[in-house]
Every structure is written in structure tokens, then in C-alpha cells.
């Protein structure tokens, strides 16, 4: 029986360059939790880890079916409300607001057939799991982005916004939606960050 590698059958979106380049980017259907605040509290790993715990026991409901998948890439989605902080262009993003004020939805991507009624099924049968009634579906057409490859420890990245953001300036771009951070190698507190791979992604606009 062929099990559905959702990393495969979506392979573009999980496919960067290390330069800057424009991409467009379908719907996508996702298991989700949110959260506020700095990304990289205890708080923020307690949901990432139990994120793919739950995608677990969502694959495990279907692994005998024909409708068998797998999925682990963990992303995470980030936003500040501009009513309340401004703009926040790509390039200043981690370092003009105060990181308290920052949103984020932890995310796996899932298969299109999943519904909401399937996630709050395995909540209810699942309750060893953390913060299994904060899980949700979440669907997401990210259209026009600018995106890349970043190699390497996350603080790196406060190097490479920037260069992503001048690419979006002279391509005549704005950033129009939430940051996106594909997280393609697993990382857990303590490890080495030094072989992570990152994709960096932005909704984009034509500059009026």
C-alpha cells in the first residue's frame, strides 16, 4: 500500500534557493497551534514538540487505509498586529518590535482530505498529548512570495532578512502578509544549529 510522503508530493514548496526569488504559492491545509512572544521559550518548544506529536496520531488514524500519509516538517507562521506596532518590513522584522508583541502559529502541513472534525476527533482520544484541544485546522493561500535557503544557526538570520528584503525593494515589492519559516532540519534546545536549513518566506505585493 503506497503511503502518501506529503514532502514529496509537494516538493516545490519545500524547495528553496540560497538567492532571493519569487514563487507562487498555492493552498495549503495545515495542523496548527497558536501562540505570543518570542519564539525559542520553553513554552514555544513545549507546543513544537507536541505538534509533531499530534501529527503522529493523525498519521496513525489513517496508516492501515488507503489514505495512508506522512508529514514532519514543522513550519511556523509569524505576524505582529500593525495596528498596534505599524509596518514591519522583511528586513527589520525580528529586531524593531518588541518581541512580546510577536504572533506565531506552529504548523504541519496535512493533507487535504483532514478536516477540523478529524483534528478534534484525535484531541478527544488523545489527551496524553499536550495541548491537544489548542490544536486546529488551518488553511493558507500564501499567493506571491519572495523566499530562500538559510544555511545555518537561526541568529544568522537577523543577516538574512535583510538581503531578502533588498530583493523585495528592487523588485518593487512590499511584504503583504505573515513571515513564514520553514523549518526542514529538526531541531530540538540544546543541539547544534550550525547544519540547519531554513526556508525564509514572505507574502509579497506590487509597490502602488
Not at 88 to 117: C, M, Q, S
Not at 146 to 155: D, E, I, K, S
Request: with cysteine.
Amino acid at each position: 500500500m503506497n503511503k502518501l510522503n506529503i514532502h514529496q508530493e509537494y516538493k516545490t514548496y519545500y524547495t528553496a534557493r540560497e538567492q532571493p526569488e519569487i514563487v507562487e504559492i498555492d493552498r495549503a491545509a495545515y495542523i496548527s497551534i497558536l501562540g505570543k512572544g518570542s519564539p525559542g521559550t520553553v513554552v514555544f518548544y513545549e507546543k513544537k514538540k507536541a505538534i509533531a506529536a499530534f501529527a503522529a496520531a493523525l498519521e496513525d488514524k489513517y496508516v492501515r487505509t488507503s489514505s495512508a500519509f506522512t508529514s514532519n516538517i514543522v513550519e511556523i507562521f509569524y505576524w505582529f498586529n500593525e495596528e498596534e506596532v505599524g509596518y514591519v518590513d522583511i528586513g527589520h522584522f525580528y529586531t524593531t518590535v518588541d518581541l512580546e508583541l510577536l504572533y506565531y502559529r506552529i504548523a504541519i502541513r496535512i493533507p487535504d482530505f483532514i478536516t477540523d472534525k478529524e483534528i478534534k476527533k484525535v484531541a478527544k482520544e488523545r489527551p496524553d498529548i499536550s495541548f491537544a484541544n489548542d490544536f486546529q485546522y488551518f488553511s493558507y493561500t500564501a499567493g506571491t512570495c519572495v523566499q530562500l535557503l538559510h544555511m545555518g544557526p537561526f541568529a544568522g538570520e537577523l543577516e538574512t532578512l535583510p538581503v531578502l528584503q533588498q530583493f523585495v525593494a528592487d523588485n518593487g515589492f512590499r511584504k503583504s502578509g505573515m513571515h513564514q519559516e520553514i523549518h526542514l532540519t529538526n531541531f530540538e534546545v540544546g543541539q547544534s544549529q550550525t547544519h540547519l536549513q531554513t526556508i525564509l518566506r514572505d507574502c509579497v505585493t506590487k509597490q502602488n
